[in-house]
């Protein structure tokens, strides 16, 4: 069975930093992109970055995550991680991580072509 744990959230004040990670197990991690997205209350679910490595890496930001967020991956572990720094208040929301199938292409910000999703993980940022 495909499983997707996140874990690393919790509380953090505004301006600092927290790591978050994605366990995947069931899957052959290095053929699937992994992605990160959340969902603060009462807004859409939105995509947040992610990474696909086989020769080398290719990652993927939002615009508003881009140069304080960075994502990376060990292999050896099947884990994801996701290393925010900087945090704002707006980034408080339920984090999730899912992977996507590469076998006949890939879309990174098209959360239909993901195939496997975690179950989320809170992060809250305080002023």
């Known amino acids: 069975e495909v499983r997707l744990v996140e874990s690393g959230g919790g509380l953090v004040q505004a301006g600092g930093s927290l790591t978050l990670s994605c366990v995947a197990s069931?899957?052959?991690?290095?053929?699937?992109?992994l992605g990160w997205f959340r969902q603060a209350p009462g807004k859409e679910r939105e995509g947040i970055s992610c990474?696909?490595?086989?020769?080398?890496?290719?990652?993927y930001y939002e615009d508003s995550v881009k140069g304080r967020f960075t994502v990376s991956s060990d292999n050896a572990k099947n884990t994801v991680y996701l290393r925010m720094n900087n945090l704002r208040p707006e980034d408080t929301a339920v984090y999730y991580c899912?992977?996507?199938?590469?076998?006949?292409?890939?879309?990174?910000?098209?959360?239909?072509?993901?195939?496997?999703w975690g179950q989320g993980t809170q992060v809250t940022v305080s002023s």
């Open positions: 069931g899957l052959t991690f290095e053929r699937y992109v």
């Open positions: 899912a992977a996507q199938s590469t076998l006949d292409g890939w879309e990174p910000w098209d959360q239909d072509e993901y195939d496997y």
């Open positions: 990474t696909f490595t086989e020769d080398g890496t290719t990652d």
